[in-house]
């Protein structure tokens, strides 16, 4: 038998079929399934590392995102979802018109570089009028140098037509090997060990020693504009039409040019502060990693927020607690902290992606198949699941609609008694 007549003869098992419509629950049902996966499989991932250790794993990762005894636990914790969260939000406008701006690690980069540069030349004085005029400059040069490193790469995408994906990538580098050779230049000794600074840090507020409080405050006004800008304004609007279809926003009269420079500097001055962030409202210093992959993970967050504001959120924080609490769990059951986070974090997005599949397509198998019994199963299984989320979500809908109808029953239980009278 030749070849082509074992492939004529070979039919598979199964075979998959795009989704046409998906109902929003079945969506969210998939989603929450999907998350539930991933923190079940981050406490048997510790299991394997450190034996025993699944129940405890639980519960100091809780402690590592609330300790009723340290509240700078918690604020880290927001302090972690807020900046992914900023990120995203600075990386949204860009994708939404399709320009993929994978740059967000070099601007914050460059972002920090400018503050950390200015702070560590600044004299110090004692003054406070001195200390806002530091903190004044850090701000400012570090938005205008996130804007320089963003448009050098709109400018060659609008007129030159260049892969914004690889110049992005590229300036990344860029941005981290100026750190080292400007902290080589700063710190003769060769150690490349940049002290910390104290010129320029974001000073308590009102008397309040809370760490990151300026940080976050930072965080929920420009996050509140941005939401306004997407939603609200015509150059909101322009974005999408431009995502949408060049020709067709070259059609009705937009100056693509211009929407692509004007995002990309919108985007550039969001990811100068976030640099501007990490170095006067946390670090109070510099090195090479200071942005330690935030802009790589503000990608993944806004991509699958999908643009949103609620999504964006929900997977800031979602990440953070991954981030800040498998931390904290795993130093207690004797793993290494950063690279256990990492790897906890990493199959999270892992999973996430993977719902995707299941979201835009189904797998189908032929009756005849010896899969099907296995499958059968799995998607008894998931249907229990999904149908016990959804129960879920049609109680708090019955109780909201409750809440909204109490008011009407009052006034028609008063006109019936009116009327007995």
């Known amino acids: 038998m030749t070849r082509t007549e074992t492939r004529k003869h070979f039919k598979m098992p199964i075979h998959v079929v795009k989704k046409l419509d998906l109902s929003k629950k079945s969506y969210w049902t998939i989603k929450v399934v999907g998350i539930l996966i991933a923190f079940l499989l981050s406490g048997l991932l510790c299991t394997i590392f450190a034996p025993g250790t699944f129940v405890t794993y639980y519960e100091k990762m809780a402690y590592g995102i609330i300790n009723p005894k340290n509240y700078e636990t918690f604020m880290l914790f927001l302090e972690t979802a807020g900046l992914l969260l900023l990120i995203a939000f ?23 570089l400018v503050t950390a540069g200015i702070m560590f030349h600044m004299t110090k004085t004692g003054d406070n009028s001195n200390q806002l005029l530091v903190v004044s400059l850090c701000l400012l040069f570090s938005v205008l140098a996130g804007i320089i490193w963003a448009l050098i790469p709109a400018l ?29 230049i700063w710190i ?15 000073e308590d507020l009102f008397g309040m020693k809370i760490k990151y409080l300026w940080n976050l405050i930072f965080v929920v006004v420009i996050v509140a504009l941005m939401i306004v800008y997407l939603k609200k304004t015509k150059h909101g609007y322009e974005l999408s039409v431009v995502g ?12 693509t040019k211009k929407v692509i420079i004007r995002t990309m500097i919108l985007s550039g001055a969001i990811c100068g502060l976030v640099g501007f962030l990490l170095v006067s409202g946390h670090e109070h ?54 690279e256990f986070s990492a790897i906890v974090t990493g199959m999270f997005f892992l999973i996430i992606i993977a719902t995707e599949f299941f979201i835009n397509y189904k797998v189908l198998v032929k009756e005849d198949s010896k899969l099907k019994p296995v499958v059968d199963k799995i998607n008894n299984f998931f249907s229990k699941v999904g149908g016990a989320i959804s129960r879920f979500f049609d109680k708090i809908n019955f109780f909201k609609k409750l809440k909204k109808k109490k008011p009407k029953d009052v006034q028609q239980t008063s006109k019936e008694s009116e009327e007995d009278k």
């Open 90 to 112: 600075a990386l949204a406008p860009a994708f939404k018109m399709k320009f993929w701006n994978i740059g967000a690690e070099g601007q914050i980069s460059i972002g920090c």
């Open 156 to 184: 060659f995408k609008a007129f030159f037509n260049t892969n914004e994906t690889l110049f992005t990538l590229m300036m990344n580098y860029v941005a981290i090997t100026l750190i080292s050779i400007f902290i080589s």
């Open 285 to 338: 210093s510099l090195n090479p990693g200071i942005a330690n992959g935030r802009g790589f993970t503000g990608v993944l967050v806004a991509w699958l927020g999908q643009f949103e504001p609620a999504s964006m959120v929900l997977y800031a924080v979602l990440v953070a607690m991954f981030q800040c609490g498998s931390g904290k769990a795993a130093s207690y059951v004797g793993i290494s902290r950063a």
């Open 188 to 202: 003769k000794s060769g150690s490349q060990a940049f002290p910390s600074i104290h010129e320029g840090q974001l």
């Open 244 to 255: 949408a279809s060049l020709n067709t926003a070259r059609y009705v009269g937009i100056n």
